[in-house]
């Protein structure tokens, strides 16, 4: 009898440790899309790209900012000189995909507006009032 009840004890207790396991990794990985998520939201409404600034265009009455992560590519267009509200806008474009844009009536920026580019050529526009500035194809 007491053989018995140690081999039960060993059949369930072989599948704590992997258990265990298991649940800490669903939990760490829940845990990691509601902070994306979190810091993605963040992110845009501070006006910041992730990533390095691997390019800045110029032109008269402002700049569009280039970042580039391992994984994506974003950008801002950003005034000269920020306050009033001026139409403002924002595109990039992976290569061989739609462009996504950003474009309206702002204050400090446009953007953030972000895309996949691994190992793909993006094509960046923004521009404030009238003054524009474009890349061509970039970050190949």
Known sequence: ?????????????????PLGVFT???WLCVGGLFTGAAAHA???ESGRC???LVRTLPFEAGEVRVYKSRTQA?????????????RMA?????RGGAPVRDAGRFTRYAGPVTVGAINRC??????????????GWILC
């Not at 950003?78 to 306050?83: A, C, K, L, Q, S």
């Open 1 to 17: 009898m007491g053989d018995r009840v140690l081999k039960g004890w060993w059949g369930r207790g072989r599948w704590v440790a």
């Open 24 to 26: 800490a990794a669903l």
């Open 42 to 44: 963040a992110q845009a």
């Open 50 to 52: 992730g990533g390095r």
């Open 74 to 86: 974003c950008v801002l267009t950003v005034p000269r000189v920020p306050g009033e509200r001026r």
């Open 90 to 94: 924002v595109s990039i474009q992976p």
């Open 122 to 135: 993006v094509y960046v526009k923004g521009g404030v009032g009238a003054g524009a500035a474009d890349s």
